[in-house]
Every structure is written in C-alpha cells, then in structure tokens.
C-alpha cells in the first residue's frame, strides 16, 4: 500500500516569504500531482510530473524519483496564496487510483 | 470552455435511502473519476471510467457504484445510505485514463446522511 506523507501539516508565513512544502510516498509510482483547494471546496491542478522540474508563475514544483520526493516551491507568496495544497500519486502501472497526502494548510499573512 | 459541473450542489439524504449523483466533463475529456472527501479521512479515490469502462476502483464498499455514458457524462450511486458517507463527493475528468493527464476538477457535491 503506498503511503503518502506531506510535511508541513500546517504552515503560517508573511506575505513575500519563499515557501517549501515537502512530499514523499513509499512506493514506486509512474506520476505525481500537485493540487491547490480553497476554502469552499474548489480543487485546482497545479502540476503534474514523473521526472525533473515545472514551473508556472510563481510555483515551482520537482521530482526526485529515486528519493521518492516531491517538493511545491512558492516564491514571493502572497495572501491569495492561502489554501491547502496535497500531493497525490499514481502508483506504477496506473493499476490503482490516485493516493492522496493529506494536504498542507497554508496561510500567507499580509 | 464550460468546466466540469456536478449536480447537484447539497443533498441531504435518511440513513438506508439511495442517492445518484451526476458528473458533466469538459467537452472532449474521455476520462472522469470520482473522490471522497472527508475530515477525518481527506481525499480518496472511488474509480475511473474511461471511455465508459471502469479502469480503476478504489477500496470501497460495493455500494458505492458508477458508470459512464456515451457522451462520457457519468453517474455515482450509493445504496443503502450510512452516516459514515456524508462527504463531498467530488468529479474530474481529463483527456487520459489513470490519471496519466492533468484533472479538472468540479465543484463537488456535499452530501449529508440523517
């Protein structure tokens, strides 16, 4: 059963700071997404990758397969950055649905 | 582009009743999967149609149950109702199977169980 663990659970930091939130699963998977919620319930895709490195905007977010690590990057955060952010994994093979962390509740003060 | 809109938006529902709940993709998307959301359990994965094949299925009862129609709208029903599924029930779909591609979310459908 792969498990997936995000660090950290909670996370309050001021407007500009660079934010890292750190995601690692225990077994081998074939993708990893990334995913922003607001309050109210709205999921947002933010990333999807299987090697290396994306970036959109602000957000960076890396892969390390071999590690077993993924990490989602926020430079220069912002207030409308606040949500909860969760990793989830396709195993390998995509024989079983996504496994999800349990999310990162991040909120950015101004 | 209309996004993925499920109805409807809150259901309330007695204990032992059914309930069917409906998915609309984006035009074009061939694959739409469904999602638990809990407090105590966060996100979990229901199962995944594809070109209106289950492909995938999560670690849930047999009363939780779906399909997939030809213009890949899909339904999700639940038998025989417990306290335990009140949850928010959400869809997605995206233009892969096994969430190989990026997943467009809907708003979701919040269901409580008296």
């Known amino acids: 059963k792969n498990e997936v663990e995000q660090s950290p659970q909670n996370l309050t930091a001021q407007e500009g700071e660079f934010i890292t939130i750190n995601c690692s699963y225990s077994?081998?998977?074939?993708?990893l997404h990334w995913l922003q919620q607001h309050p109210g319930g709205g999921i947002v895709s933010l990333f999807m990758?299987?090697?290396g490195k994306k970036k959109h905007g602000r957000l960076i977010a890396t892969i390390n397969i071999q590690e077993k690590h993924s990490s989602l990057h926020i430079t220069a955060s912002h207030p409308r950055d606040s949500a909860v952010y969760i990793c989830?994994?396709?195993?390998?093979?995509?024989?079983?649905?996504?496994?999800f962390g349990k999310g990162t509740h991040l909120i950015i003060q101004p | 582009k209309a996004g993925v809109t499920q109805t409807p938006r809150y259901l309330i529902k007695t204990r032992g009743q059914q309930v069917t709940l409906s998915c609309s993709p984006i035009?074009?998307?061939?694959?739409v999967s469904w999602y638990q959301q809990t407090p105590g359990q966060g996100l979990q994965f229901l199962f995944e149609y594809f070109s209106e094949t289950q492909r995938n299925k999560g670690n849930f009862p047999g009363r939780f149950s779906g399909r997939q129609f030809s213009n890949s709208r899909s339904e999700m029903n639940v038998s025989t109702l417990e306290l335990g599924d009140s949850a928010l029930y959400l869809c997605a779909s995206s233009t892969r199977d096994r969430s190989y591609g990026k997943l467009f979310f809907g708003s979701g459908t919040q269901l409580s169980v008296l």
């Open positions: 990758l299987s090697s």
């Open positions: 077994v081998g998977i074939s993708a």
């Open positions: 989830a994994v396709v195993p390998g093979g995509g024989a079983d649905g996504l496994t």
């Open positions: 035009s074009g998307h061939r694959s």
